[in-house]
């Protein structure tokens, strides 16, 4: 895959994910329209497993792990939603998963994280210094970072197109 994900690495992302996923609804609100001057459609991810959008790029990239990333297991920053998703791809897929929190994380969602298989790594007061954390874990204990956005195999996996 390039740097910048193609039409093609969207539809095969959809084909991957589909079996883990809801279809989530889509709704147009007129009033909403008035508002902002345009047809607005309303794509409802928080109806999604979780709660959020979040596992769809998750699985996409846990999915296309190579053999020696899935024995290594991956890391991950994240505030919440983003470390679910890691956790929830990685429990499917029999990956071992490692979050990196800031220490005032949302106790609901580390216990989310926590259910889902994930170890959790309370580091840092904001995400910026989990994510360095992360890094460095990578780079010395020899897991897959997963970057929050920065990936291309996220992206794929949470554009949606509907056929």
Same mark, same amino acid.
């Given at each position: 895959?390039?740097? /910048?994900?193609?039409?093609?690495?969207?539809?095969?992302?959809?084909?991957?994910?589909?079996?883990?996923? /809801?279809?989530?609804?889509?709704?147009?609100?007129?009033?909403?329209?008035?508002?902002?001057?345009?047809?607005?459609?309303?794509?409802?991810?928080?109806?999604?497993?979780?709660?959020?959008?979040?596992?769809?790029?998750?699985?996409?990239?846990?999915?296309?792990?190579?053999?020696?990333?899935?024995?290594?297991?991956?890391?991950?920053?994240?505030?919440?939603? /983003?470390?679910?998703?890691?956790?929830?791809?990685?429990?499917? /897929?029999?990956?071992?998963?490692?979050?990196?929190?800031?220490?005032?994380?949302?106790?609901?969602?580390?216990?989310?994280?926590?259910?889902?298989?994930?170890?959790?790594?309370?580091?840092?007061?904001?995400?910026?210094?989990?994510?360095?954390?992360?890094?460095?874990?990578?780079?010395?204990?020899?897991?897959?970072?997963?970057?929050?956005?920065?990936?291309?195999?996220?992206?794929?996996?949470?554009?949606?197109?509907?056929?």
């Amino acid at each position: 895959m390039s740097k /910048f994900p193609t039409i093609s690495d969207v539809m095969h992302a959809r084909d991957r994910i589909t079996p883990h996923i /809801f279809r989530t609804p889509l709704h147009h609100y007129p009033s909403l329209d008035s508002l902002i001057g345009a047809e607005v459609y309303v794509k409802h991810e928080s109806y999604q497993k979780l709660g959020s959008f979040k596992i769809r790029g998750a699985l996409n990239l846990i999915s296309q792990l190579t053999d020696h990333e899935k024995s290594s297991g991956v890391i991950a920053a994240s505030t919440g939603n /983003f470390g679910q998703g890691i956790a929830y791809a990685s429990k499917i /897929f029999g990956v071992q998963a490692c979050v990196v929190v800031p220490i005032d994380a949302n106790p609901d969602k580390v216990d989310s994280m926590r259910l889902l298989g994930a170890e959790i790594i309370f580091h840092g007061n904001n995400f910026d210094e989990c994510r360095e954390h992360a890094e460095f874990l990578s780079q010395t204990k020899g897991f897959r970072y997963v970057h929050s956005a920065n990936e291309p195999l996220l992206i794929s996996g949470v554009i949606e197109i509907a056929c």
